[in-house]
């Protein structure tokens, strides 16, 4: 018999160690990343590490009454933003994980794994429901995590005769 809380997912589908880099408004971070069918899967805590101080910042908890991840956008992540260690290579099996989350007092479901006993959330989701972009940089292999108050950061296209500097050009997709 298999249950599932949040969106439905596939029981046993297999996630990939990602190899692609991780940037943060132009800095990389080393985050720890499984690709499941296609899509980019992150520790829910390590996306808050990475957004403090940034205009998408956003505070994790629980209510256990509730049985809800419980997230506050605008407030600050409360624990140590160290993130963890990047160690997994290869395949491993994902869950279907809980995700039931509250935002702002609004209920969702979001597409949620459990690898190695961690919930692992869509990182597009993720920025659909915390108010920031998510792009892929194909040239640089490089997923890109937006966040801005105003107006998105400008990204130019390099020129033909100059090497790609930087991340190089965001998509959002």
Do not use: H
Request: with cysteine; hydrophobic share 40%; glycine share 10%.
């Amino acid at each position: 018999m298999v249950c599932s809380m949040g969106v439905t997912t596939a029981f046993g589908a297999t996630a990939k160690a990602s190899q692609d880099k991780v940037a943060v408004n132009g800095q990389q971070v080393k985050m720890q990343a499984y690709n499941i069918n296609g899509y980019n899967y992150f520790k829910l805590r390590d996306v808050a590490k990475v957004m403090v101080g940034t205009p998408a910042e956003f505070y994790v908890g629980w209510d256990a009454g509730a049985q809800l991840i419980v997230l506050n956008k605008d407030w600050a992540y409360e624990g140590s933003t160290v993130l963890d260690k990047v160690n997994a290579t290869g395949t491993k099996t994902a869950n279907p994980g809980n995700g039931d989350v509250m935002v702002d007092e609004n209920s969702i479901s979001l597409s949620a794994y459990n690898i190695d006993g961690y919930n692992y959330f869509k990182l597009r989701d993720l920025g659909d429901a915390l108010g920031f972009e998510v792009g892929w940089d194909a040239g640089q292999k490089c997923v890109n995590i937006l966040s801005y108050s105003d107006a998105p950061p400008v990204y130019e296209e390099p020129s033909a005769d100059e090497p790609p500097a930087g991340i190089g050009r965001a998509t959002v997709i």
